[in-house]
């Protein structure tokens, strides 16, 4: 059984960064997709970034210039590095993977940017 575990959230002031990572423990296959989605209080879950095993990446327009994803494949493992963070984003962050062996997600991981 795939799992992901998440690590790199916590309490960030406003303008400040940080980053998460993402390990999928005893995979495998490099997933086809590898994202990650967030979930604030009263809202529904939505989705952050994402990149695809080829390279390509696409983002919320909410993060675009400030949030960049990556990863290491050959370590199974991917990253948010998230710059210029506001109020607004604060919320709970969830990695997730696509890949042969179905769809994976992670226990989800705190974000709070506050001054």
């Known amino acids: 059984q795939e799992q992901l575990v998440e690590s790199g959230g916590g309490l960030v002031q406003p303008g400040g960064s940080l980053r998460l990572s993402c390990v999928a423990a005893g995979s495998i296959f490099t997933p086809y997709v590898m994202g990650w989605h967030r979930q604030a209080p009263g809202e529904e879950r939505e989705l952050v970034a994402q990149?695809?095993?080829?390279?390509?990446?696409n983002y919320a327009d909410s993060v675009k210039g400030r949030f960049t994803i990556s990863s290491d494949n050959a370590k199974n493992t991917w990253y948010l590095q998230m710059n210029s963070l506001k109020p607004e984003d604060t919320a709970v962050y969830y990695c997730?993977?696509?890949?042969?062996?179905?769809?994976?997600w992670g226990q989800g991981i705190q974000v709070t940017v506050s001054s």
């Open positions: 990149i695809r095993i080829g390279g390509s990446t």
């Open positions: 997730n993977s696509v890949g042969q062996r179905g769809t994976h």
